[in-house]
């Protein structure tokens, strides 16, 4: 999932700092970093475009970092709109979001269903069930 959300993000800027959660062992953050190594070195594959971009990658807590107690929270509120159908926290998020690409409803296309600010997955309070998403 690293791989495919930062594959061609990684060469905009010099200098990036991708904080993850810290969950488990320190073999996390070892494969983390080997997940963007391996988008960085698709993306100069892909694109015959060489990028001299330094990325850190550091593990906290969402105490130590108030960017993850965010993320937490639109994802909770986008788990809450996809797995019991209330859209109330996801829509008061809604005008901060720019993408949400949901890979796993495949129904209209192999590569799912991006959802913008001017197109959101909500609006008429339809509870997605596991039963229609991937047919």
Not at 40 to 66: C, L
Not at 68 to 80: G, H, I, P, S, T
Not at 90 to 109: A, E, M, N
């Amino acid at each position: 999932m690293t791989r495919r959300l930062l594959k061609t993000k990684l060469h905009k800027e010099n200098k990036y700092r991708i904080v993850f959660a810290h969950r488990g062992t320190s073999g996390r953050a070892r494969a983390l970093t080997e997940a963007i190594d391996s988008a960085q070195r698709r993306f100069r594959q892909e694109h015959s475009f060489e990028s001299a971009t330094e990325i850190e990658v550091v593990s906290a807590t969402p105490r130590e970092h108030g960017g993850l107690q965010a993320v937490d929270y639109f994802l909770w509120a986008l788990q809450r709109f996809f797995e019991r159908g209330e859209e109330r926290y996801l829509s008061f998020l809604w005008p901060k979001v720019s993408l949400v690409h949901d890979i796993d409803d495949t129904r209209q296309s192999g590569y799912g269903v991006y959802y913008t600010r001017k197109k959101p997955p909500f609006g008429g309070s339809k509870k997605l069930e596991t039963s229609d998403i991937g047919s």
